[in-house]
């Protein structure tokens, strides 16, 4: 019993990494009808600009809100000059975009950084809690996550820019006729994606240990949880993150063959998508003749 | 989002009779003359290069077919590519079956592994199919390394290389280079057969207009299935071919990476085309190891600028933007163009 | 004919003179000449194992190093290094490049086993020597079979073993858990520990985890591992893991005796950021000096090498371990192709290579040589079991010679 408690506590752990990048993935594709591939390693940039803000002397907090400011800022950039050329190319053209795009911050951050592991400062004291199942970084992950999340659904559903933001994505023709500024919508949806993912990655580096390939095998996981939540709703990605966090580590405690643990989980994960297509929470999409 | 259909956007889609110009026949023979007479002209280490565009380029042909032409994401084609990979490898080392009897196998496993992916796939559009898909590029060495009697694991499979049949008086790699060459011109005759078709309509058809090809009477489902099971069939095949010219399998070389790449190539070749397949077998080959040349500290970097200046240039791949320019000096009103690669709804 | 026949005797004569050399007489294969040995390497510079492309770095350095100081008899050394992403079929593509068209010497140091195995055959076929291959499989060590193929570091069932014996005398009753990477690395280490055993194997190993590399943490693993009751962990995994996995076993209040593998002992890089007090007391072997430990920095080998770092290698961290395997395997080269004289032919350098001698190199652990043999292609074989005392590493014990395949 107690195995299995520690194996849900880890899972939770785990899937609030997943959660918190699923939500950034989630906010681009609100705002762009996009996948963005290359949202795991713009989050690890950002963590790298912090590290280096905070290796210069500058306290955690003043580092991680300059990160903010950058991540934004870099986000809307991106979205301007690397994927408006792409906009109305096909879908496909715009995907293998952010492909490169994430090839490219990869290699960048590689060669700038070079690939030795750091280690990374956390805002959170370590301290197990609840008899050892978890520690209070981990707590902290799981509240910065469920943190962004209230303020991401509030965004979305109550305030005016969250309002045109929507209505920019599911309609462009319209939202211009309606005044709204569709090209600034999206910078801003992608400057705030950025924004999202720089808090996972300062959240998660001293996790996980910053290096250029710390969100690969993270995005992986939070594409997946995303699209168990449904790839439109915020409280779909944080809720899949965790689901998968949590049935990875099942399946790797009880199944015989823990070697097929990632097959195991994304043959689950897609069993569950089998009886609803568009994910727990998503929404269907309405074909009109 | 809805999309805006031209009317001569519809008519181009209208069947292709046999005919196409003559001026079109002279280029393809032309092109076919130069194939054949390259490996003579070239470095044994240059024909092998070469041996592995034309691989590439069947796989990336199948990916068209089932992305270009009936809109249905894959990141998994890696996957598929192994299983060709693996069947050719275990055939040749554990059953001594000679390297060309290996390829009917492949194309036959190929074909029954895209189908029963085809099924539940059904269900599935846009990012939830690129999920889908995902899960097959990344449970593929999962599973080579788990059932490594059969595998040989980690430690992968070492293949002796075909001799060419003696009198030939040519070596290895250019008799390779010939059986790829051949199979290649196989795939192209028969993907063009299959997409220039009723088949390839019902594909196009699903693709753009699911409810309307639905209301028409198109079986969706099993052309869909359908369009699944050959496009891996291709893919297999080439990962047999691959297999054979390499000479070793390993769970390594069949990575995410190479899913991704496919696909990539397939977009700068022309996602809808038969020709970008071409295009894109160049590209997986020779722009990573430009990219490689150009810079040793980033070259990952040099590879996905690559990628962006040639979506920019050409966002309907390099044969989707000048395939239409040319076509108009050199073809009649008959041929099929479905060229027009349009935004596919979702992925 | 008397005529034509002074004629040829008169070209043979000038062909003959001026093919014999114009400042030494030497005896070649391809990729050697009077000015320069052209010398191929494979490394993944792209792709999730780039963290190896240090060792890439750290060779390049080094051949530049000797060349600034007059090469290696008055040759330079042409180091030439292609990429191939860890992916088996990309190198051999990029092996056939360097020995079809860039006509090397040889094919050293490449990294990985499976592109390793992928090549093995195409250069044994070409009489091309696979030297001093970067990785710590068994199946280097195969003169019989692969002559031109010859490993350089003991191998991780070497490794594996040692701890095996380790256990057998000073734990017998122990129950061992294994966390291993889920490839041919991991596997080694776990098939060794077992062959190590012998036939207490069975009873004495009761649980083992994997993980890819592609799993952000092992918290799951190593609480499952904890579950079974065992008291001995081995952790056959990369540095960033090993870090993960040492901080969560001391998280989760586990105490069992560790033992990490010999490619995950960095003090700077693995032991702090895992937490000092959470690491004291792991064990590991080890053959080559930690940069990043204390006890070496007084030592002139260690400044040599620091000098080295900071003139030649600046790109590379000098807490990095990749940057002493690759000057240790550099060396290695250096000195078979310097006792190789002026006859470097792959014939005569294979012959070199498998006939070295006590070579010491400083930055091999005191105690540690390298050895080969016409019927001994492992060039070390020597191991010593190291604590790790929350500071540095403390050797204990004997320099044990492994016995590997």
């Given at each position: ?13 785990a899937g609030s990494i997943y959660a918190s990048l699923a939500l950034a993935l989630v ?118 996550t ?72 993270v995005l992986i996981y939070a594409f997946a949880g995303a699209l168990l939540g449904g790839i439109?709703s915020?409280?779909g990605a944080v809720v899949g993150g965790l689901i998968v966090g949590v049935t990875e ?16 989980a994304f043959?689950?994960i897609?069993?569950v ?6 994910g727990l929470f ?8 | ?130 999920l ?216 | ?405």
């Amino acid at each position: 019993m107690h195995q299995f408690l520690q194996q849900i506590f880890s899972g939770l752990a785990a899937g609030s990494i997943y959660a918190s990048l699923a939500l950034a993935l989630v906010m681009i594709y609100r705002a762009t009808d996009l996948v963005n591939f290359a949202q795991g390693e713009m989050a690890m940039f950002s963590t790298y600009i912090a590290w280096t803000l905070v290796n210069a002397g500058l306290p955690f907090w003043l580092a991680f809100l300059i990160t903010l400011a950058a991540s934004f800022v870099g986000g809307m950039i991106i979205e301007r000059v690397v994927i408006r050329p792409v906009e109305n190319a096909p879908v496909l053209a715009a995907v293998v975009v952010t492909i490169g795009l994430l090839l490219i911050f990869n290699s960048v951050a590689g060669w700038i950084y070079s690939y030795t592991v750091q280690d990374f400062p956390s805002p959170f004291p370590d301290r197990p809690v609840f008899g050892a199942l978890m520690t209070t970084r981990d707590l902290g992950v799981i509240g910065v996550t469920l943190l962004m999340l209230v303020l991401l659904f509030a965004f979305f559903r109550y305030t005016p820019i969250g309002l045109a933001m929507r209505a920019a994505a599911q309609n462009p023709a319209s939202a211009r006729l309606c005044g709204i500024r569709v090209g600034r919508m999206l910078a801003i949806g992608w400057g705030l994606a950025a924004m999202i993912g720089a808090t996972a990655g300062v959240m998660v580096a001293p996790v996980l240990f910053l290096d250029p390939n710390m969100m690969g095998g993270v995005l992986i996981y939070a594409f997946a949880g995303a699209l168990l939540g449904g790839i439109t709703s915020p409280i779909g990605a944080v809720v899949g993150g965790l689901i998968v966090g949590v049935t990875e580590n099942l399946v790797g405690t009880y199944l015989i063959a823990s070697q097929l643990k990632l097959t195991v989980a994304f043959a689950l994960i897609i069993l569950v998508l089998v009886f609803r297509p568009n994910g727990l929470f998503g929404t269907a999409i309405v074909r009109r003749v | 989002m809805e999309k805006r259909i031209a009317a001569p956007e519809i008519l181009a889609e209208a069947p292709a009779a046999a005919s196409a110009s003559g001026w079109r026949w002279v280029g393809i023979v032309a092109i076919i003359v130069i194939a054949a007479a390259l490996p003579f002209a070239l470095s044994k280490y240059h024909v092998f290069e070469l041996t592995m565009v034309m691989i590439y380029a069947i796989a990336v042909l199948g990916l068209n077919i089932l992305t270009g032409y009936n809109g249905q994401i894959s990141l998994g084609h890696g996957g598929f590519f192994a299983v060709g990979a693996y069947t050719a490898a275990i055939l040749m080392h554990r059953y001594g079956v000679p390297y060309w009897a290996t390829l009917p196998p492949a194309a036959l496993i190929g074909f029954a592994l895209g189908v029963l992916f085809g099924l539940p796939a059904l269900r599935f559009e846009g990012p939830y199919l690129a999920l889908v898909t995902l899960a097959m590029a990344l449970a593929t060495p999962q599973l080579l390394k788990y059932f490594d009697t059969w595998t040989g694991g980690q430690q992968g499979i070492n293949l002796v290389k075909p001799m060419p049949p003696a009198g030939l008086g040519i070596d290895r790699d250019r008799w390779l280079y010939f059986v790829a060459l051949v199979v290649l011109l196989l795939a192209i005759r028969i993907a063009a057969n299959i997409l220039h078709g009723r088949t390839g309509r019902a594909f196009v058809a699903i693709r753009d207009h699911p409810i309307a090809a639905a209301a028409m009477g198109i079986d969706t489902a099993k052309y869909k299935t359908l369009a699944f099971g050959t496009s891996t069939l291709f893919t297999a095949v080439a990962g047999a071919l691959a297999a054979i010219v390499i000479g070793y399998v390993s769970p390594e070389g069949y990575s995410l990476f190479l899913s991704i790449s496919f696909l990539v190539g397939s977009a700068v070749g022309g996602i809808a085309t038969i020709g970008g397949a071409i295009v894109g077998g160049f590209f997986i080959q020779f722009v990573p190891n430009l990219a490689n040349d150009i810079s040793d500290a980033a070259p990952w970097a040099i590879y996905g600028l690559a990628m962006l200046f040639f979506m920019y240039t050409m966002p309907r791949g390099v044969v989707g933007t000048l395939g239409p320019w040319l076509m108009r000096f050199f073809a009649t009103r008959k041929t099929a163009a479905p060229f027009a690669a349009r935004r596919s709804e979702g992925a | 004919m008397p005529k034509r026949l002074m004629v040829v005797l008169v070209f043979a004569g000038i062909f003959a003179t001026a093919g014999g050399g114009v400042c030494r007489s030497g005896e070649y294969s391809a990729g050697a000449s009077d000015s320069e040995i052209k010398i191929g390497n494979t490394m993944p510079y792209s792709g999730p194992a780039s963290g190896y492309s240090a060792i890439g770095k750290s060779l390049s350095a080094y051949f530049a190093m000797i060349n600034d100081q007059g090469g290696i008899n008055g040759r330079k050394i042409n180091f030439i290094s292609r990429d191939d992403g860890y992916s088996p079929p990309k190198t051999v593509e990029a092996v056939r490049k360097l020995v079809e068209e860039d006509q090397v010497l040889m094919v050293f140091q490449s990294l990985g086993t499976p592109p390793n195995l992928a090549i093995r055959g195409y250069l044994n076929d070409n009489k091309v020597p696979q030297l001093f291959v970067g990785s710590g499989a068994d199946q280097w060590n195969d003169p019989k079979r692969y002559p031109w193929t010859m490993g350089w570091q003991p191998s991780y069932g070497t490794e594996a073993r040692i701890f095996a014996r380790y256990v057998l005398d000073n734990l017998p009753d122990a129950k061992i858990a294994a966390l291993y990477q889920n490839d041919d690395f991991g596997k080694d280490y776990v098939n060794g520990m077992r062959a190590g055993l012998g036939d207490k194997a069975g009873k004495m190993i009761v649980a083992t985890q994997s993980y890819e590399t592609t799993d952000p943490t092992v918290d799951s693993q190593v609480s499952a591992l904890q579950a079974s009751g065992a008291d001995v962990l081995l952790t056959a995994a990369i540095p960033k893991f090993t870090t993960l996995a040492i901080r969560k076993v001391y998280d989760l209040g586990w105490r069992p005796t560790q033992f990490v593998n010999s490619v995950s002992t960095s003090v700077g890089s693995v032991m702090k950021p895992a937490g000092v007090e959470k690491s004291a007391g792991v064990m590991s072997a080890t053959y080559t000096k930690d940069p990043s430990d204390p006890r070496w920095h007084d030592t002139p080998e260690y400044q040599d090498w620091l000098a080295w770092m900071k003139k030649y290698n600046s790109s590379v961290n000098v807490a990095d371990a990749l940057a002493v395997y690759g000057y240790a395997t550099a060396q290695t080269l250096v000195a078979v192709l310097k006792a190789s004289g002026d006859n470097l032919t792959r014939d005569h350098v294979m012959e070199v290579a498998a006939s070295l001698h006590d070579l010491r190199l400083p930055m091999l652990l005191p105690g540690i040589t390298i050895s080969t043999g016409a019927d001994d292609y492992a060039p070390i074989k020597q191991m010593q079991l190291q604590k790790f005392d929350g500071n540095s590493w403390k050797v204990f014990g004997d320099v044990i010679k492994g016995s590997g395949r």
